[in-house]
């Protein structure tokens, strides 16, 4: 599969894909041009309650109320991924990425930047390649990429995100939703 741009989309790891950050997971794309591509993987909460990294957003985030592990780069640092309803105008202290999906400086007070969001969710680091590299990892059916929903970066289930999105595919990609976790039991 060839992919010039997947900003927006969805990395949805292949059954072959393995390792702790990226086995069964759902990558939002940020960001993807010629020098690369960020994202942050949207199914994986870490036990950590966001008062414990940036208590005066906790009151904020969107249900479960846990920092998550947005990818194995950077883990010492923090994004805040935000939804912004309808047509508005870009609010103080958010930059729009694409389809109502922007980051939220979370320098900027809670009660600055809330009222013009309708969803947050807090990342420990991301995920990200560099040029060539991911559209290398599709070729060699490391991902499949799919078209995001809105929700899908704010579910209150993360745990069944992978195969949320991939039960919504159409034709055969529907069925991979259905592999056991280990395939050795199938």
């Known amino acids: 599969m060839s992919i010039d741009n997947a900003t927006g989309k969805l990395l949805v790891a292949t059954p072959r894909t393995g390792g702790t950050v990226f086995r069964r997971s759902v990558v939002l794309v940020l960001q993807h041009d010629h020098e690369g591509a960020q994202g942050v993987v949207l199914n994986h909460p870490l036990h ?68 013009g969001v309708a969803g947050l969710r807090i990342f420990a680091g991301y995920a990200g390649w560099s040029d060539g590299q991911l559209e290398q990892e599709i070729l060699d059916g490391g991902w499949y990429v799919v078209e995001s929903e809105a929700r899908d970066a704010f579910t209150p289930e993360p745990e069944t995100l992978w195969s949320t999105v991939l039960r919504r595919q159409r034709g055969n990609l529907a069925f991979v939703a259905s592999l056991p976790e280990d395939p050795t039991m199938n």
Do not use: C, K, Y
């Not at 109320?65 to 508005?88: C, E, H, I, M, Y």
């Not at 729009?96 to 939220?104: D, E, N, Q, Y």
């Open 48 to 115: 950590a309650p966001v008062s414990a990294v940036l208590p005066s957003w906790q009151d904020h985030v969107t249900h479960p109320p846990n920092v998550f592990q947005g990818g194995p780069v950077a883990l010492d640092s923090a994004l805040g991924l935000v939804t912004v309803p309808g047509d508005q105008q870009e609010p103080i202290g958010v930059r729009l990425l694409f389809r109502g999906i922007g980051l939220v400086d979370l320098d900027v007070p809670p009660l600055v930047v809330m009222p």
